[in-house]
């Protein structure tokens, strides 16, 4: 397993932009996919975007031209760009690493709050 901590999160307004970013535990982390998810309270958790491990990323429909996946191997990291942001992207965002289905993931990171103000 991986460990992950997420930061970065906070408040902004709309329009404005944020990063986060994702510090992992595990000689394993370059050997995987990582991803985002949030999650609005009541409602399931949403696969934002993905990274394989040579680079390759997907994203939700709703975060496509806005935010960006990327991924340090040599630093264990792996980072959300989030451009144009906007009150609809309000949610708690979390890590996971080591895809294991279209919408399995082996570990989790505690999450980090993003909220965009209107």
């Known amino acids: 397993q991986v460990q992950l901590v997420e930061s970065g999160g906070g408040l902004v307004q709309a329009g404005g932009s944020l990063r986060l970013s994702c510090a992992a535990l595990g000689s394993i982390f370059r050997l995987v996919t990582m991803g985002w998810y949030r999650q609005v309270p009541g409602k399931q958790r949403e696969l934002v975007a993905t990274?394989?491990?040579?680079?390759?990323?997907d994203y939700a429909d709703s975060v496509k031209g806005r935010f960006t996946i990327s991924r340090d191997n040599g630093k264990s990291r792996v980072f959300l760009q989030m451009n144009s942001l906007k009150p609809e992207d309000t949610a708690v965002y979390y890590c996971a690493a080591d895809r294991r289905g279209s919408n399995l993931f082996a570990s989790w990171g505690q999450g980090t709050q993003v909220t965009v103000s209107s």
């Open positions: 990274i394989t491990r040579d680079g390759s990323t």
